[in-house]
Every structure is written in structure tokens, then in C-alpha cells.
């Protein structure tokens, strides 16, 4: 007598679910986020901000620094913020006014899963539901205009540039976004 059972609902489990993850194009997820910021600036009476490709370099390596040594903040493991990161390039960002003058480079973060869940079986993975481009990238935005602080960064109208930088950990399934502004 043989056993048999259906798995119904549940027939996409795989003994490797993770090689189900779609491959990611992380300058996609880079322009879509420029794009969707605009897009919330323009709502807003503002004027797009331009892509500045060595703020993007500063990000993209905070980034990377925040996948490799597994943390999540402005301030990296070493102290530096993201201005001092900014001087070190190089890249002061000096934004002058009719009575005073401020350097720096402004920063949003944002972290998330690269699925929207996970279903297991027995605590083992057994299917995700895996995001693509345009789900990180409106997931991003959208969680920045529901924070105060990061919604500031996006609508402050003396800001007229940015630098995306998008980093995916295939190890954790984690994406890290950081954007600079000057």
C-alpha cells in the first residue's frame, strides 16, 4: 500500500526555493526611485532633482558597506556620516544662502526584504513571493513619504540634486537603498 497526498494551493514548493528569485537590474530600481521622488517633488510645486553620478558613487558604496558588514544607519560602523563620506570624495556640498552657507550631504535609507513574504513548510522556505524593480522602488519612495524626516529630504526645494545607490544581499534576500542629496 503506497501513501499519496496533494499539496493543492501549496504545489510550488521546491527543494530550492531561493532559485526562484528573479534576477534584479539594481540601475532600474536607481531610476525608478529618481523618478518616483520627482514625481512626488513635481506633486509638490518643486523642481525634479537631477541624477549626480558621484553622489550616486557615495551612496552606492554606503550601500554596500551596509550589506557587507550587516548594519543599518546613517552612521557606519567607523563613525563616519553621510557628509564626512561626502567630504572624503571630495564632495562638500556647499548649498549657499543670502546669510549663511551649509555643507553636507543629506541622506534617506531604506531597507527591505526582496519578497513580500515567504511561505514555509515545517519552518523551512518553501515559495516566495519575490518582488521585481518597480515593487522596490514604489516600496522605497512610498515608506520615505510616510516618515517625517525622509518625506523633508525629498521635499526640501533647495535640494537639486541626488544619488541613488541600490545594493541587493543575495545571502539575507535584503536590499539596501541609500540617497544622497546636495
Known amino acids: 500500500m503506497g501513501l499519496s497526498f ?8 521546491t527543494t530550492n526555493p531561493e ?5 534584479l537590474d539594481v540601475g532600474l530600481i536607481e531610476t525608478q526611485v529618481h ?3 520627482n514625481e512626488q517633488r513635481i506633486a ?14 557615495i551612496a552606492r558604496t554606503h550601500s554596500r558597506d551596509m550589506a557587507d558588514r550587516q548594519f543599518f544607519d546613517h552612521v557606519n560602523p567607523d563613525g563616519k556620516s553621510p557628509s564626512d563620506r561626502g567630504f572624503a570624495q571630495n564632495y562638500p556640498c556647499r ?19 526582496r519578497f513580500n513574504s515567504v511561505t514555509t513548510y515545517n519552518d523551512v522556505p518553501a515559495a516566495y513571493d519575490w518582488m521585481h524593480e518597480l515593487d522596490l522602488a514604489e516600496a522605497t519612495v512610498q ?12 521635499l526640501t526645494g ?14 539575507t534576500h535584503k536590499v539596501y537603498v541609500t540617497q544622497n542629496f546636495c
Open 6 to 13: 496533494g499539496l493543492g494551493a501549496c504545489d510550488r514548493i
Open 19 to 23: 532559485a526562484t528569485a528573479p534576477l
Open 35 to 37: 523618478q518616483l521622488t
Open 44 to 57: 509638490h510645486n518643486l523642481r525634479p532633482l537631477t541624477t549626480d553620478a558621484a553622489l550616486a558613487t
Open 95 to 113: 548649498k549657499d544662502y543670502p546669510d549663511y552657507y551649509t555643507e553636507g550631504i543629506a541622506e534617506n535609507l531604506y531597507m527591505t526584504d
Open 143 to 154: 515608506g520615505w513619504m510616510n516618515s517625517p524626516g525622509h518625506r523633508a529630504n525629498i
Open 158 to 171: 533647495t535640494y537639486d540634486r541626488e544619488g541613488i545607490g541600490v545594493v541587493v544581499d543575495e545571502a
